[in-house]
Every structure is written in structure tokens, then in C-alpha cells.
């Protein structure tokens, strides 16, 4: 909005505004609206949801020592969104599709993550939607994502050729190109390329909402993320860099680093009252917004495959439960974790909260400079 009338409008008659026009100024301003946003009115979301008895259940075979948690505000993951999507219709253009691509997976992974945490506030207990249901409409979302990327493909404006690091020349192309012209079953040309981004999107926000356990411990690794996601979205869509880099130049995703920026801003925001002890948590309607926007960048920019180093912790976490869950039913009842998700097991070790914490942090920051090294690694 800012954009489209300081630079695209008033531009012509005020030559000083072209400095709008630059991705990284705008990309800047976005994060730090997004942090003022956050520490703004973060007071006032705390307090709106003290008012309104939204707080949070704990579930009962959890570490004892999160007990005392219980009728901390939640749904904070409402500030998130305000602080990331403000931004980003602010000070992106508004104009380039991939864009509203992302700000509406945002929305629609945001939207199944509140009807989860209004299910638990009703009903006072940590039982929301159950899990055919939130898959049912995550799957959903993801595939609504898909299907638009796929006609954007059609139209020369998106390439679904993966991205595979360390191998430059090697990208694999998820169409099955003996169908695309068959009468009346093109469409299943496509089948391949929508399964698998509607699995990278759906685990993106199931890891992240996983991770959700701890103060601070998912918003801390989202803005460690995000800064990567930043930076790898900036290189994709410039023309220098890209070719530097012998990278595929995608010029539509450039604009996508202002919401990145914007998710960086927003997150730091948010984790100034969410860190340890925790004035307020995210909630799902957080942990899967966030989860479903990294994972829509993802898949936009062709880095699908570098998501398990971008999201390292959010990817560990996620097996935990699978290991867990696996074992328990494989083996008659046998754990391989004391609990699951990860971050629990070590807090039955002995770890104290805010170890567990920093130390996650840690493997999120030497997960992300990996991703980043595989940019030159080619």
C-alpha cells in the first residue's frame, strides 16, 4: 500500500521517494514495523485476552513443572499475524501474486490454528479439533496452494522443477510429462507436484505447532528461520546474485523477502513477551500460521528440499513424535524418549526450561548457516 503510493504514485513528482522502490529499504521498514507493531500492542492483546479468560490448558501428562503455566494467555499467535501481515500489505506490491500466495496460506493455516485453540478455550480443556480434522483442512489449504502454483506454471510464471542442494544440475521435474496432453487427464500430469507440496506445507505447520512447548523455544526458532528464508528468497529473485550462484532466477519471489522481513520483525516482537517466563503464548492459531507461511515460502522459491536444514529443530521435534508414536505401537508399548516431543525428553533429563531453550536455539542457528552454505556448495 505504502509502496504503490510513495514510489508508483507520488514518485514522479517527488524524485527523493525512489529510495521506496529499493526490495532491501522496503524489506528493512517492514521488519521493523512489524517489531514496533508487536511491542506496541502487545500489551493490549495480553490484557484483551486476560479479560476474556483466554488462557491456556495444559495437558495433563506433561512435565509437572509446566502446571503452574496453566491460564497464561494464549492465542497470542493473533499479534503474530497482525505484526506479519500488516507489514507486509504496508510495504510489498501488492501488485505481484506470490505475494497474496503466501499472506493468504498465512491466513488459512492462522484460521485452522484459531478454531483449534476456540475449541479448547469452550470447552476448557487442551483437546481442540482432532487430528483427522485439522489435517482434513490443513491438506486442504496446501492444496489450494498447490493448484494455484500449478496454474501459474501453465502460464510460464512458476516452475515446479525441484531445487536439489549441492547438485546445480540436477533438478528433477515433479509433472509427468507423458500425461500433460492427454485429453481429459492433463490434469494428472500434475499429481505428483500437488502431493508433495501439500506434504512439505502440512509438515512445515504441524513441525513448527510440535515445537510449541517451551517459552520461546518455537518463536526463537521461527526467527532464526525466517532469517534464512530472507536471505535465500533475496538470492532468488536477484538477477547478480542468482547468476553468481548459478541459481534458478525467480524475479516474482523477490518480493516475497518483505514478508520474510516482516515474519523476522514480527517474531522478535512477539518473543519480548513470550520469552521465559512467558507473559503470553502463541497458541496454534501461531505455530500453525507461522508453520504454513515457512513452508508456502518454501515451495515457492524452490528450496523445499533445504527445509530440514532451515527448520532443523522444527524437523527434529517432528521425528520425535514419529519415532515415539511408532514405537509405542510397534513395540509393544516401548518408548525411545522419555517424552515426545524432543524438547520434553530433555527437560525429564534434568535440563532446566531455559537451557533446553538456548541450547535449541543454538542447533536452529547452526541448521540455518548450513542451509545458507549450500548456496555456494553447488
Request: glycine fraction near 10%.
Amino acid at each position: 500500500m505504502l509502496y504503490w503510493l510513495l514510489y508508483q504514485k507520488l514518485f514522479p513528482y517527488f524524485k527523493i521517494l525512489r529510495i521506496f522502490r529499493y526490495l532491501t529499504f522496503r524489506t528493512v521498514f517492514a521488519s521493523l514495523t512489524a517489531l514496533l507493531i508487536g511491542l506496541l500492542i502487545g500489551p493490549f492483546v495480553i490484557e484483551r485476552l486476560r479479560q476474556f479468560q483466554i488462557g491456556q490448558y495444559i495437558r495433563e501428562d506433561g512435565p509437572q513443572s509446566h502446571q503452574k503455566k496453566g491460564g497464561t494467555p494464549t492465542m497470542g499467535g493473533v499479534l503474530i499475524a497482525i505484526s506479519i501481515l500488516v507489514p507486509t500489505l504496508l510495504w510489498s506490491d501488492l501488485g505481484n501474486p506470490m505475494v497474496w500466495i503466501v499472506v493468504l496460506s498465512t491466513m488459512a493455516f492462522g484460521a485452522i490454528g484459531f478454531a483449534d485453540d476456540y475449541i479448547k478455550v469452550v470447552h476448557k480443556h487442551n483437546q481442540g479439533l482432532t487430528g483427522r480434522q485439522k489435517l482434513f483442512f490443513q491438506f486442504t489449504a496446501s492444496f489450494l496452494v498447490a493448484a494455484v502454483l500449478v496454474w501459474m506454471q501453465t502460464k510460464g510464471m512458476y516452475s515446479t522443477r525441484l531445487v536439489v542442494p549441492f547438485l546445480k544440475n540436477f533438478r528433477p521435474n515433479l509433472i509427468i510429462d507423458s500425461l500433460r496432453h492427454v485429453p481429459h487427464l492433463g490434469w494428472l500430469a500434475f499429481f505428483p507436484f500437488v502431493i508433495f507440496v501439500m506434504i512439505v506445507i502440512t509438515g512445515a505447520s504441524n513441525a513448527v505447532n510440535l515445537t510449541d512447548g517451551l517459552d520461546g523455544l518455537a518463536i526463537g526458532c521461527t526467527i532464526i528461520a525466517a532469517g534464512a528464508l530472507t536471505v535465500l528468497t533475496y538470492v532468488s529473485g536477484h538477477s547478480v546474485f542468482s547468476d553468481y550462484l548459478e541459481m534458478q532466477r525467480m524475479p516474482l519471489v523477490s518480493e516475497l523477502t518483505v514478508f520474510c522481513g516482516a515474519m523476522v520483525g514480527g517474531s522478535i516482537g512477539f518473543l519480548w513477551y513470550n520469552a521465559h517466563p512467558a507473559e503470553i503464548f502463541m497458541g496454534d492459531v501461531g505455530s500453525l500460521a507461522l508453520g504454513g507461511a515457512i513452508g508456502t515460502v518454501a515451495v515457492i522459491i524452490k528450496q523445499e528440499l533445504l527445509l530440514p536444514f532451515i527448520g532443523g529443530v522444527f524437523i527434529l521435534e517432528m521425528l520425535s513424535v514419529i519415532l515415539q508414536v511408532g514405537s509405542y505401537k510397534l513395540r509393544n508399548g516401548k518408548r525411545i524418549f522419555r517424552m515426545a516431543p524432543l524438547h520434553h525428553h530433555f527437560e525429564l533429563m534434568g535440563w532446566s526450561e531455559s537451557k533446553v531453550i538456548a541450547r535449541f536455539w543454538i542447533m536452529a542457528l547452526v541448521f540455518a548457516l548450513l542451509a545458507l552454505t549450500t548456496l555456494k556448495l553447488r
